[in-house]
């Protein structure tokens, strides 16, 4: 079965701590991978994919196809950062595979 | 600049009522989807458009129809609304390219609330 799993619901770390928000798929052909953000009354956004291997605001994510895993990133955490982060995994030529979320909050 | 947007942010209609969600967008992208999002819970694919041609997912209730009369605006149906049907609605676009679509633009949801 494809599916997308974000095992924190809520991750809080302090103002300059790294970041390790995770995902890990399952998913039987060759996956692609995004994170996308949703601030605080913002809509929900992309951040970054996997195939583009770029850093957006810090954040990194690494495709691990042999943990099967995406997790992002970020060395130092800052305050802007506190957001609801989704992994998701495009299944299909149009479909994508959202994980539940994992809330990010820091602390001053 | 509002790129997708949708009416209305905060719907309420009655158990059995039917109601419609509208999302427009000013992207000119032909691909459009409708996703349902519960509390605490992953957004969820119902269908999307490509150009004009439907595709609904599998475990898509009857329930929920849509329709896509032009590039801009797409409509979401709820038939028969039930109490498990109260949810965020998220309506989404994408540029389709080669290689297939990398990124979905979001609008900020309608959140239904059936009473």
């Known amino acids: 079965a494809q599916r997308v799993t974000q095992p924190e619901k809520l991750l809080s770390v302090f103002k300059g701590a790294p970041v390790e928000l995770k995902c890990n798929y399952s998913y039987s052909g060759s996956p692609e991978l995004f994170w996308y953000v949703q601030y605080s009354r913002q809509r929900l956004q992309l951040l970054l994919r996997h195939i583009s291997r770029e850093s957006i605001k810090g954040f990194t994510a690494d495709l691990n196809k042999g943990e099967t895993s995406f997790h992002l990133k970020k060395p130092f955490a800052q305050e802007e950062d506190s957001a609801m982060y989704y992994c998701?995994?495009?299944?299909?030529?149009?479909?994508?595979?959202f994980g539940t979320g994992t809330r990010l909050k820091v602390l001053a | 600049d509002a790129m997708v947007i949708q009416n209305p942010r905060y719907q309420v209609t009655q158990f059995g009522k039917p109601v419609t969600l509208s999302c427009s967008q000013t992207?000119?992208?032909?691909?459009m989807y409708w996703y349902q999002q519960k509390s605490s819970q992953a957004p969820k694919l119902l269908f999307h458009?490509?150009?004009?041609?439907?595709?609904n997912e599998a475990d898509t209730p009857d329930n929920f129809q849509s329709r896509r009369p032009n590039t801009s605006f797409c409509f979401l149906d709820i038939r028969s609304p039930g109490l498990g049907d109260a949810a965020m609605y998220l309506c989404a676009t994408s540029r389709d390219s080669e290689g297939g679509p990398y990124e979905q633009y979001f609008g900020p949801g309608t959140r239904l609330t059936v009473t």
């Open positions: 458009y490509y150009d004009k041609d439907f595709n």
């Open positions: 998701a995994l495009k299944s299909g030529t149009y479909k994508y595979i």
């Open positions: 992207l000119n992208h032909n691909v």
